[in-house]
């Protein structure tokens, strides 16, 4: 297990050897954060003093993965490089050269070799209709809004469907519906009281689980 601390006094002396304008009023101790996600770490001012945060994500990563994401929130510790601009990363460049690191803006749970499966959280699935591929998000955001709008690598088009248990809802009643259209795959009813194109060409659209729709009234 990585000594957070530990190699936080070592990343510390790294970006003052080589000039690195780092603060001097850094907490010595790393906060561990339980519940970060998406992100793996962070760099707050408390007190006058700067705290770093990293996710307990990285308490069994590579050693070299926890370094780099030290030294990234080391260097927001640096004048004017609270956000990740042209400053930030030309101290991250340097930084990178120097001792190896890949530090950037973001960095995925493949390229910090963190052992993380983000499905298990993830809010919203998107999948390609055409590949298969799926694609795991933790928020909402224009994709899991409009997934109509973007395309998979492989040109498919995209759905998104609920991560999160739901309890069984009651069919609504569509007696009075003059038209009815049911999903193949999770059995939802819609009903409609207006002809629209969904009725008129029910396999050109699909349910929001991403079943095919077959016209039944």
Sequence with gaps: MNDFDK?????KKEASDIGIPISGKISSHVS????????????????GRFVIELSSML?????????????????????????????????AARMNNAYGYDIKRTN?????????????????????????????????????????????????????????PVQTQKQPDLTDAKYVLLCMKCGRRIGRQKMSAAIKNPSGYRCSCGGSLKRVR
């Design 32 to 47: 561990v954060n339980t519940r970060a996600k998406s992100r793996f770490g962070s760099c707050t001012k408390q007190n």
């Design 108 to 164: 995925s749970v493949e390229e910090m070799g963190v052992n993380y499966d983000r499905t298990e959280d993830a809010k919203f699935i998107i999948t390609c209709r055409k590949c298969g591929k799926e694609f795991s998000r933790l928020r909402r955001s224009t994709l899991t809004d409009n997934p109509s709008r973007y395309r998979c690598k492989c040109g498919g088009e995209l759905y998104v469907r609920s991560n999160q």
């Design 7 to 11: 190699l936080l006094t070592a990343v």
């Design 59 to 91: 308490l069994d990563a590579p050693e070299k993965s926890c370094r780099q994401t030290i030294a990234h929130e080391l260097i927001h510790t640096c004048p004017g490089c609270m956000d990740h601009g042209e400053r930030f990363m030309y101290y």
